[in-house]
């Protein structure tokens, strides 16, 4: 597993009730929420070190 390291993150408050809601319905914790959906933009940006799925995308594009 990768070394996790903390962060203070400053958020709105009206995020963060938004991300916490989200959490409760997904049943994860709110730091879980947050590194879920940072990981998912990651990818997708395809910015993400490491990602086997992005590298078979660009092979495939060739």
Known sequence: ???????????????????????????????????YVLRDALRKAGRLPGDPSHNADEDAAK
């Open 1 to 35: 597993m990768a070394e996790r390291k903390g962060y203070a993150l400053r958020i709105s408050a009206d995020v963060l009730a938004a991300a916490q809601k989200w959490a409760d319905d997904e049943l994860r914790s709110l730091n879980a929420q947050i590194e």
